[in-house]
């Protein structure tokens, strides 16, 4: 119940294309779930993130739909850019009394010319 | 956005000594950091939850006594590899906590490359 599912392993886009990750949870008692860009030999870095009260949130290129009611949510990227190209990790975590992140399996995405 | 500093960014020891990481959140105060182990290509695995002054709460199957965690400071945690093995080899990152407000954050470190010979 505490397994992020994220979708799809790897993907290709080409550039100026839109980019799309999804991800499902289980656990309703999840209430914050965040987007993290790594690219290779570093750690994470936040992207983008969201709390169940809205359905989307847009930060510039980057936007992550939300459906509650089927327990899923996707990071779109629009007008993807080769420096786009990196492993993306959709989260999530309960916020009160637990901040422990559970991590979906990464996306490697790659953004060709 | 907030500074996590991990160090060192990549450490080759011998099978059986020690290896000790350092997370500091460089301009905020972190009662709360967390590590992970990353394998190649592979998602990050939560082993242990670091809480200033108190001692870490271990993830089901990490070895306390293997890997051993202090955070002595507001500002740093360390993770200490005790009798390192090749199947210890690994990236590991750390995480603090940032908290503004209702607003809560998590800034990671840039990650430490152990290779045990």
């Known amino acids: 119940q505490q397994q992020v599912k994220q979708s799809p392993q790897s993907l290709i886009v080409q550039k100026g294309g839109i980019s799309i990750i999804n991800c499902a949870y289980e656990n309703t008692a999840f209430d914050y779930f965040p987007w993290y860009q790594q690219f290779p030999g570093k750690g994470p870095a936040l992207l983008i993130a969201?709390?169940?009260?809205?359905s989307e949130k847009k930060e510039g290129r980057f936007t992550i739909s939300f459906n509650k009611s089927a327990k899923q949510f996707s990071l779109h990227i629009m007008d993807s850019q080769p420096g786009d190209s990196a492993t993306y990790f959709c989260a999530a975590s309960m916020r009160v009394g637990n901040e422990k992140l559970t991590f979906g399996t990464g996306t490697r995405l790659t953004i060709i010319p | 956005g907030a500074v996590v500093s991990q160090h060192p960014s990549w450490v080759i020891c011998k099978s059986g000594t020690s290896v000790k990481i350092e997370c500091r959140s460089l301009d905020f105060q972190a009662t709360t950091m967390f590590w992970y182990r990353q394998f190649p290509k592979q998602s990050l695995m939560l082993m242990a939850t670091s809480n200033e002054g108190s001692k870490a709460t271990y993830e089901q199957g990490v070895e306390k006594d293997k890997f051993l965690i202090n955070h002595a400071s507001l500002t740093l945690s360390t993770l200490t590899v005790t009798s390192a093995h090749p199947e210890d080899s690994s990236f590991y990152i750390c995480s603090a906590r940032l908290l503004s407000g209702r607003n809560e954050k998590l800034f990671f470190g840039s990650g430490t490359q152990l290779s045990v010979l």
């Open positions: 969201i709390r169940p009260d809205v």
